[in-house]
């Protein structure tokens, strides 16, 4: 490849950085004016420094922590699933499919039960989350034995895991259904109800966290060439995705302790970053976390406007359409049209 061409591939990441940047500030826009208690020219009134009381509350108080933790989730768990995916050499790796986001799930909701966290209480759900989602991630690692560097091998423990692991949740939702009504939003995603104290819990350990797994691309990029590769390069493997699955983890649990398990985020959200990125995960990597955010943020977005929509048409007040809703459904459809083409090429 000549300079000249190294140069224009420069460039285009550059602009594609960019327009991923314009997108996650325009999809926060579309956050901050979809809800119902105060409108778009409200919301703009109230960040020019006027507006009552009662709007400045909703948005400075209410919108504007709820879109910043929206979008913040979505950078860790895009973020997450590339490092997954580029550790463990499996493009179906993600969150939910490798026991780390129902271990964190089922860390929230244990502690939840026994009376040791809630889900007004952000901090505690930070810790019951990050153990039982290390837990999930260190009985696929007991599992997988050898088998660790092994894809297909680690995908059907991931999915093994991640099975017991919701097995378990439903059995604690069983023992004590009446303490854990509210955890239901951990079980499908949701940003209702997010703050300030959530955004001041969530953003430093997405940046700490983030910052790291960012560091690893250049070992991430020779374990996804294999390990006798990697090995052969100096890389010791072993310490090298034990890293990666601690950032992967650390991020998903965040993620998962603020908004609950958003379906298919970590999923789908690398080929995506992957498709605009390609293989440089110097690149890839920030662009993860930044099509994750878009991603979230627009599902926030959709989710109040569909609310509001809903709201009218069945005339109540109290309806909410959760983010992780949006995020499942519009997954699990786009997974089954990859699935299909490559049925289709093959």
């Known amino acids: 490849m000549t300079v000249v061409a190294v140069r224009r591939s420069r460039h285009g990441l550059l602009w594609r950085g960019v327009l991923l940047a314009l997108l996650v500030v325009a999809v926060a826009g579309a956050g901050l004016v979809a809800g119902r208690a105060v409108s778009g020219g409200g919301v703009w009134e109230v960040l020019r420094g006027g507006g009552d009381g009662t709007a400045r509350h909703v948005v400075l108080n209410l919108r504007v922590p709820r879109?910043?933790?929206?979008?913040?989730?979505?950078?860790?768990?895009?973020?997450?699933?590339?490092?997954?995916?580029?550790?463990?050499?499996?493009?179906?790796?993600?969150?939910?499919?490798?026991?780390?986001?129902?271990?964190?799930?089922?860390?929230?909701?244990?502690?939840t039960g026994l009376g040791l966290a809630g889900w007004q209480s952000p901090a505690a759900v930070v810790t019951a989350a990050c153990l039982g989602g290390f837990a999930g991630a260190g009985l696929l690692w007991l599992l997988a034995g050898r088998d660790r560097g092994d894809p297909?091998?680690?995908?059907?423990?991931?999915?093994?895991?991640?099975?017991?692991?919701?097995?378990?949740?439903?059995?604690?939702?069983?023992?004590?259904?009446?303490?854990?009504?509210?955890?239901?939003?951990?079980?499908?995603?949701?940003?209702?109800?997010?703050?300030?104290?959530?955004?001041?819990?969530?953003w430093p350990w997405a940046a700490a966290w983030g910052l790291a797994a960012c560091a690893l691309a250049a070992p991430l990029t020779l374990l996804r060439?294999?390990?006798?590769?990697?090995?052969?390069?100096?890389?010791?493997?072993?310490?090298?995705?034990?890293?990666?699955?601690?950032?992967?983890?650390?991020?998903?649990?965040?993620?998962?302790?603020?908004?609950?398990?958003?379906g298919f985020v970590g999923l789908l959200v690398p080929h995506?970053?992957?498709?605009?990125?390609?293989?440089?995960?110097?690149?890839?990597?920030?662009?993860?976390?930044?099509?994750?955010?878009?991603?979230?943020?627009?599902?926030?977005?959709?989710?109040q406007w569909l609310s509001r929509v809903l709201a009218a048409g069945l005339d109540t007040d109290r309806l909410s359409v959760p983010a992780g809703a949006l995020t499942t459904c519009v997954g699990a459809a786009l997974l089954l049209l990859v699935a299909r083409r490559r049925k289709e090429e093959g």
């Open 67 to 111: 879109v910043l933790v929206a979008l913040a989730a979505g950078a860790s768990l895009g973020l997450a699933g590339a490092v997954l995916q580029s550790a463990l050499r499996n493009p179906l790796a993600g969150p939910e499919v490798t026991g780390v986001t129902p271990g964190a799930v089922l860390g929230a909701v244990t502690a």
């Open 152 to 202: 297909a091998q680690t995908a059907v423990h991931g999915v093994l895991v991640s099975a017991v692991l919701s097995g378990l949740t439903a059995m604690v939702l069983l023992v004590a259904p009446g303490e854990l009504g509210s955890v239901v939003q951990w079980l499908v995603g949701s940003t209702e109800g997010r703050v300030w104290t959530h955004w001041q819990l969530l």
């Open 225 to 262: 060439c294999g390990d006798e590769q990697a090995a052969a390069a100096g890389l010791r493997t072993g310490r090298a995705r034990l890293a990666a699955l601690a950032c992967a983890v650390a991020l998903t649990a965040g993620a998962v302790s603020a908004v609950g398990a958003l």
């Open 272 to 303: 995506l970053a992957f498709a605009l990125f390609g293989a440089d995960l110097r690149a890839a990597l920030p662009g993860a976390a930044l099509v994750g955010a878009a991603v979230v943020g627009g599902a926030d977005a959709a989710a």
